[in-house]
Nanobody, 114 residues
Framework: QVQLVESGGGLVQAGGSLRLSCAVS????????MAWYRQAPGKQRELVAA???????GYADSVKGRFTISRDSAKNTMHLQMNSLKPEDTAVYYC????????WGQGTQVTVSS
């Protein structure tokens, strides 16, 4: 039942910003812990940020202070504000629940040029 659609990726220069969006259908996601993940070429998928039912958040050390996760419960939409982007942030970004048990969407490509 759950469908995840990521959007907002693109090509940006180092130091720039992007805001990613994740539209969720088939679930009342405000009741669940949700997360952003990313996968760079040749690397394993990694957890980037999570937001919990009490609105608490957590971040990977590599993005802490630069990325902000948020959600709009009325629209069943989650966002990842990405500032001060670095080339090492280049990856396909995915959304899911914190456990990664929803069907994975197509992701959205983020490319950061030096």
């Amino acid at each position: 039942q759950v469908q995840l659609v990521e959007s907002g990726g693109g090509l940006v220069q180092a130091g720039g910003s992007l805001r990613l969006s994740c539209a969720v259908s088939g679930s009342i996601f405000s009741l669940n812990a949700m997360a952003w993940y990313r996968q760079a070429p040749g690397k394993q998928r990694e957890l980037v940020a999570a937001i919990y039912s009490d609105s608490g958040t957590g971040y990977a050390d590599s993005v802490k202070g630069r990325f902000t996760i948020s959600r709009d419960s009325a629209k069943n939409t989650m966002h990842l504000q990405m500032n001060s982007l670095k080339p090492e942030d280049t990856a396909v970004y995915y959304c899911n629940n914190r456990a990664g048990t929803y069907p994975w969407g197509q992701g959205t490509q983020v490319t950061v040029s030096s």
